[in-house]
């Protein structure tokens, strides 16, 4: 079974300073792994995913996450946030095929002016 | 990207009554449909797998004469909370796949139910 794991509940970043949301995961075979973004009683937004290719991933908002297949890692980063980055952060997993996405339990971002 | 509509965005609803909330593909054809249950502050939790013209298939320990699921075309998805009771109250989140091939879920922007 698929399992994504964020280790945080909370990070908080000055604005302009660099971010990071830290997500491992397991999977069998190879991960379809994902990122998205959740605003106060909204649904979720797509961020970026890996599928296959190269390992830095980039997507919207200016984020990119990094595949780390020895470490089974896909962390967010952004190089300078912004105040308005501040939401709640999913990783997901799939395998392949038409399979639901399991999600971690969400990291609030916080940045603080 | 693909837009999923969902409706109503807030329900408001006595104790014993039933709930039905809609999710459409509104630009592409969705084949199988995802309900999520999200309880505040928590993560994201599935409650079933829905399929256009066949039964959904549920989660462990999803109620299915509870939350009955109707997948009758490529663009709708129903989900009916039947008898609800306040612990149902909850924030529900529809999702479809664009491709099995490109991976990514596209996601409605959630139905809050409240049960008095």
């Known amino acids: 079974a698929q399992s994504v794991a964020q280790p945080e509940d909370q990070v908080n970043v000055a604005e302009g300073n660099p971010l990071t949301v830290k997500c491992t995961y397991s999977v069998s075979g190879n991960p379809y792994l994902f990122w998205y973004v959740q605003y106060p009683n909204r649904g979720l937004q797509f961020l970026l995913k890996y599928i296959t290719g190269d390992n830095l991933v980039k997507g919207s908002y200016g984020f990119e996450a990094e595949f780390n297949k020895s470490q089974t890692s896909f962390h967010l980063k952004k190089p300078s946030a912004l105040v308005s980055d501040s939401a709640l952060y999913f990783c997901a997993v799939r395998g392949a095929g038409n399979t639901p996405l399991v999600f971690g339990k969400g990291t609030r971002l916080s940045v603080i002016a | 990207g693909a837009v999923v509509s969902q409706h109503p965005s807030r329900v408001i609803c006595k104790s014993g009554t039933s709930v039905k909330i809609e999710c459409r593909s509104l630009?592409?054809?969705?084949?199988?449909m995802f309900w999520y249950r999200q309880f505040p502050k928590q993560s994201l939790m599935l409650m079933a797998t829905s399929n256009e013209g066949s039964k959904a298939t549920y989660e462990q320990g999803v109620e299915k004469d509870k939350f009955l699921i109707n997948h009758a075309s490529l663009t709708l998805s129903t989900l009916t909370v039947t008898s609800a009771h306040p612990e149902d109250s909850s924030f529900y989140i529809c999702s479809a796949s664009l491709s099995v091939n490109t991976g990514e879920l596209f996601f409605g922007e959630g139905s809050r139910l409240t049960v008095l």
């Open positions: 630009d592409f054809q969705a084949t199988t």
